[in-house]
């Protein structure tokens, strides 16, 4: 039996009740969160929404260990399908042509409190902006760094494309059991650091304006504590995959392929940023183009135009809008 969440913006519940429909015709068992709370009886949980709505559904199954099936309703990184080929692989669910992995999830705990389990990281700052947070880092309670900085980060594998790789972290493909932590523009200069995700993470002798841990970017959790700790979570975050197209290593190598310059030379600089914008981020609407872009819309359009008159992109009709256009390379 299937589990069906969504995002609560309107194009999020629209791709739900296709999807709920879908699933109904072809005599799918599912229920929805608006009538049932999730729990270890489901096979699968169908999350509809972006990579914050991703992350967050992952935070609310706790403890679960529920394969989450992620279809996008907006531009997402984390998700398998969208809302054009969705059908395609709720078939190959049906039929068992899919495999789970299992990505590994942290949560931190002071005195008797623990955090909600965060998928791609939990870093900590000081509440006041242009405040430097102050603090000793252990390593299997021993003396790492002392440091004084912005803040620090400890990611996953899934998170260090995030906020860790904005503050100098590395990319980290696959699924090693190892996590990364970077400090943010660190006074002292230290680097980032890989580490095994077995590792005693502490972060001790904590000054500053009103210390924050925060859970994936979202969950903000004041800290009065001397004292804290970070460790991998024995509950895992599992994907459905279907191939290496969808898989977030595939979707790493496209944001660092080199533009082809030779389909584009003779092109005006704006049909070249979208072009490449669409390559590395898969397909678009003309209004997400314009606000990834922030371009104006006629500029947009004009650069769309030259790129389907030149054989360089194609265009289909928007799975739930019809009055939409999807744009692709």
Request: aromatic share 8%; glycine share 6%; net charge positive.
């Amino acid at each position: 039996m299937y589990f069906v969440t969504s995002k609560t913006d309107k194009e999020s519940l629209e791709l739900a009740k296709i999807i709920a429909n879908y699933l109904r015709e072809n005599n799918i068992r599912y229920a929805s969160s608006k009538e049932k709370e999730l729990n270890e009886n489901y096979e699968i949980a169908v999350a509809i929404g972006d990579d914050r709505f991703i992350l967050e559904t992952f935070r609310r199954m706790g403890k679960l260990q529920i394969p989450v099936f992620a279809v996008a309703s907006s531009q997402s990184f984390l998700a398998q399908a969208n809302s054009l080929n969705f059908k395609h692989y709720i078939n190959l669910i049906r039929k068992g042509k899919y495999e789970i992995f299992k990505r590994a999830r942290l949560a931190a705990r002071f005195d008797k409190a623990i955090t909600p389990i965060g998928l791609n990281d939990i870093g900590m700052f000081c509440s006041k902006s242009a405040s430097l947070l102050k603090y000793s880092l252990l390593l299997n309670d021993e003396l790492f760094w002392k440091d004084s900085s912005d803040g620090i980060i400890i990611a996953t594998p899934t998170g260090s494309t995030g906020y860790s790789l904005s503050a100098g972290g590395p990319i980290v493909l696959g699924e090693p059991h190892i996590f990364t932590v970077a400090s943010i523009s660190s006074l002292e200069k230290h680097s980032p650091v890989v580490i095994a995700d077995n590792t005693k993470i502490k972060i001790a002798n904590i000054e500053g304006s009103n210390p924050t841990l925060i859970v994936d970017g979202e969950i903000r959790i004041p800290i009065r504590a001397e004292e804290i700790s970070i460790e991998k979570s024995p509950y895992d975050a599992n994907f459905i995959i279907f191939s290496k197209e969808y898989s977030l290593e595939s979707k790493l190598k496209k944001r660092t392929i080199k533009v082809n310059i030779g389909k584009l030379k003779n092109l005006p600089a704006s049909a070249k940023l979208v072009y490449k914008i669409l390559m590395h981020e898969g397909n678009m609407t003309q209004k997400e183009l314009i606000n990834t872009s922030m371009l104006p819309e006629r500029t947009v359009r004009y650069a769309l135009g030259i790129l389907l008159k030149n054989n360089l992109i194609a265009s289909q009709p928007h799975f739930i809008d019809a009055r939409q256009t999807v744009y692709g390379v």
